[in-house]
């Protein structure tokens, strides 16, 4: 079966360190990634979006990157951490080209301090 | 780009009852519309799913209709229970570009 896996579940980090938050997907290859943002009581903000190795799209202008270096394998960084990035971040995944569900794992919360 | 929106921000309903959550989206290409469920501290899971050529899909308790002509599109929770209390959350799919509802609160009180 397909399964998602984030870690860690939480983080507490000060401003101004740098972060890696990772997401593996098991079970099936060449999906396509996402990293969203959820704020707390809002809805998911798509941060990246990854259809292949190395490719990368950004949504949105920020503090964060993303990254892909294997099929299965989606890495989301910062090299200095602003309080604003706390939040609950969520990787996804989906499989079968186009229009197909996306399949979230179990998010990370990361509070700034 | 799609613009989705959500109603009602909370709803709490009396165990048994229906509860009904509405959705318009903006972007008449928009083909693909999955409902996602999210308890506390856990990553929203997929509930249902419809496709723009279907008006109606049903899974047991769980019912989704779509109006393409209004662009809107709904979720309808019968018999609800205390388990299904969470946030839900509807999404329009165009292009590979997903667009998130803002959430409902659902409370089902015992």
């Known amino acids: 079966s397909q399964t998602i896996h984030q870690w860690p579940a939480t983080l507490v980090q000060p401003v101004g360190s740098p972060l890696s938050l990772e997401c593996t997907v098991e079970?099936?290859?060449?999906?396509?990634l996402y990293w969203y943002r959820q704020a707390a009581g809002r809805g998911l903000q798509l941060l990246f979006y990854s259809v292949g190795i190395g490719q990368i799209s950004s949504e949105v202008p920020q503090n964060l990157s993303a990254s892909r270096p294997q099929d299965r394998q989606f890495i989301l960084s910062s090299k200095k951490l602003l309080l604003s990035d706390s939040g609950f971040y969520l990787c996804?995944?989906?499989?079968?080209?186009?229009?197909?569900?996306?399949?979230f794992g179990d998010g990370t919360r990361l509070s700034i301090l | 780009g799609e613009n989705v929106e959500q109603h009602p921000s909370t709803l709490s309903v009396q165990e048994g009852d229906s509860a009904v959550i509405k959705c318009t989206y903006s972007d008449s290409a928009s083909n693909y519309f999955p409902w996602y469920k999210q308890e506390l501290g856990k990553g929203p899971q997929l509930i249902i799913d419809?496709?723009?050529?279907?008006g109606e899909k049903k899974d047991q308790r769980i019912a989704v209709t779509l109006n393409k002509t209004a662009k809107h599109f709904s979720l309808h929770i019968t018999e609800t229970q205390p388990e299904d209390s969470a946030v839900y959350f509807c999404?329009?799919?165009?292009?590979?570009?997903?667009?998130f509802g803002a959430g409902t609160r659902l409370t089902v009180k015992p």
């Open positions: 079970g099936t290859s060449n999906p396509n």
């Open positions: 996804a995944f989906s499989t079968g080209g186009a229009g197909q569900p996306q399949h």
């Open positions: 999404a329009a799919y165009n292009n590979n570009d997903m667009r």
């Open positions: 419809i496709r723009s050529n279907v």
